[in-house]
């Protein structure tokens, strides 16, 4: 009898190691695997060959990786009688370690010299796992594992207690094989539970599939038997109707295709990762189990954490609207349209006055609009819609907006980003750029309130002191330093003494001040 073989080279395994996918490959195959070598110390990324998975292999290679112990199981299991080599063996001498068949079994307990041995059968795929090879450790090859290091999670043999895992807690691996495999099945009870709605989703894919094509033929039948009264131009107009049709047919299949292919290759992964746990546990011995418990506790976690929709992504909702006005048709008025209200993200269109600017620290927004296939505007909300707003200088400085649903197919972006600059922003519905996206967005500094007096003149609002100045610039003669009605520098109007800005709801031009000239400038606001 041959033992199990490799799924890469298809030959008998050498040293098969356990990837994270819960598929074993021998050694050498691993070594050969993805691309090559990179930087020491650096994780390498590789696809498992059986299921396309990807993978990181240990930064300490493919050594790191722990031993496939059921395949070196079912090997043990498959070898022959280790003294006539042409029986399978179904037997072990406990005393010597010989594999026997059941001839040479009776012989071993015959024969003088090895009557007192005591020879074991093999009477399941458990016994002959227990009873093969012991797993001896890496580190101390002459010692047997048969104590768990509860720190370090994993078996070890008595040199590693004596050596540096002296003051870690550890125990016999039959004391903790009790806990550690409830662990097990715990989540494999939890991956058991996602088989059967995995199952049922794909189920309900095929028959929503199959509704969306009869669907799909009915409404065809009806454009061909409303099209008949108009000859030329309504065979023209039914031809560009069925098209649409097909287009949106096809459209519908696609996204239920896509989600049919994830669906299985989830349900593909977490059978796999069933079937090993359950046998794992079926026929692992303790110590086996022990080994391959961290690897298969973290796929089984990570299938289980993998999100998944339960009900078909599309709808069967196609409908034909012979009264609906369709416009002209070589030179013919037209009815008939197709009525399905998907939305089309390339005719979802963005309204505001923050579209395009906005200011620091400061609540701002932009609407969007979405529309179906045919522009028209949706009455109903519920889109998967994604805004993500970034500083194009600063990686780091990214704006989390506001997306609410008014559910009659418009939704309200708001934002407040907290630094100046321009930032990238990208809408997106469904996955895909709306009409416009991506575009710019200038954010400018805080709005700065003027410091002073919104005036007709200096001389006016500071009741006549000399000192008093503005910023218009303008002077008087006799040795006022601010500005005077009719006098050289006066804008001619009321103004700002602190910038000399003309329009009173306006943002102040000049920064906070800073020296005496400014101090002596705002000497107005004062007075």
């Not at 290759?265 to 794992?280: A, I, N, S």
């Not at 579209?355 to 609540?363: C, F, G, K, T």
């Not at 927004?365 to 600063?394: N, P, Q, Y």
Request: aromatic share 4%; with cysteine; net charge neutral.
């Amino acid at each position: 009898m041959s033992g199990p073989r490799c799924p890469q080279c298809a030959q008998p395994c050498a040293s098969p190691r356990l990837l994270p996918c819960l598929h074993s490959l021998c050694e050498p195959c691993l070594r050969r695997l993805g691309p090559p070598e990179g930087p020491p110390g650096a994780a390498r990324p590789v696809l498992c060959p059986v299921c396309d998975a990807e993978l990181s292999l240990p930064a300490g290679g493919v050594g790191q990786l722990p031993p496939d112990c059921l395949a070196r199981s079912r090997g043990r299991a498959a070898a022959g009688c280790d003294l006539c080599a042409d029986g399978a063996a179904a037997g072990r001498c406990l005393t010597c370690g010989l594999r026997l068949c059941r001839f040479c079994c009776r012989a071993h307990r015959r024969q003088k010299k090895t009557a007192s041995h005591a020879v074991t059968e093999l009477e399941s795929t458990k016994d002959c796992s227990q009873a093969g090879k012991p797993l001896l450790c890496p580190s101390h090859p002459t010692e047997e594992l048969q104590l768990f290091c509860e720190q370090c999670d994993q078996p070890v043999c008595r040199d590693c207690v004596r050596g540096r895992h002296r003051q870690h807690p550890c125990d016999l691996a039959s004391n903790v094989i009790h806990r550690h495999g409830d662990a097990l099945r715990e989540l494999l009870q939890s991956s058991q539970r996602h088989l059967d709605t995995l199952e049922d989703v794909l189920s309900q894919v095929d028959e929503m599939g199959g509704a969306v094509r009869s669907r799909a033929e009915a409404v065809a039948a009806e454009i061909c038997l409303f099209a008949r009264g108009y000859v030329n131009a309504i065979e023209e107009h039914r031809d560009r109707l069925l098209k649409q049709l097909e287009d949106l047919k096809v459209q519908k299949e696609n996204l239920l295709h896509l989600q049919k292919a994830q669906l299985q290759q989830l349900l593909l992964d977490m059978r796999t990762g069933v079937e090993f746990t359950e046998h794992l546990l079926m026929s692992g011995s303790d110590v086996e189990i022990l080994v391959s418990k961290g690897v298969v506790s973290s796929r089984l976690t990570q299938l289980n954490s993998v999100a998944y929709s339960t009900h078909p992504s599309v709808d069967d909702r196609i409908h034909f609207s012979p009264q609906e006005r369709a416009g002209q048709c070589c030179g013919y008025e037209v009815f008939g349209a197709i009525l399905n209200k998907v939305v089309d993200p390339a005719r979802c269109t963005l309204h505001g006055e923050d579209l395009h600017s906005a200011r620091q620290s400061q609540l701002s927004g932009f609407t969007l609009l979405c529309r179906d296939t045919a522009g028209e505007r949706l009455g109903r909300g519920g889109e998967a819609v994604r805004v993500t707003i970034t500083h194009r200088d600063k990686s780091h400085c990214a704006v989390k907006p506001t997306v609410c649903d008014n559910g009659d197919g418009t939704y309200c972006i708001s934002y407040s980003p907290e630094e100046p600059g321009l930032y990238a922003v990208c809408v997106c519905v469904k996955g895909q750029h709306v009409q416009g996206s991506p575009f710019t967005l200038t954010v400018k500094p805080k709005f700065r309130e003027h410091q002073g007096v919104f005036h007709c003149c200096t001389f006016c609002s500071s009741g006549g002191q000399k000192a008093a100045r503005c910023a218009c610039g303008g002077t008087m003669p006799g040795g006022y330093q601010g500005c005077g009605h009719g006098h050289k520098g006066h804008p001619g109007c009321h103004h700002w003494s602190c910038c000399g800005q003309v329009k009173e709801s306006s943002e102040c031009l000049c920064g906070p001040p800073s020296d005496t000239s400014q101090r002596s400038l705002l000497r107005t606001v004062a007075l």
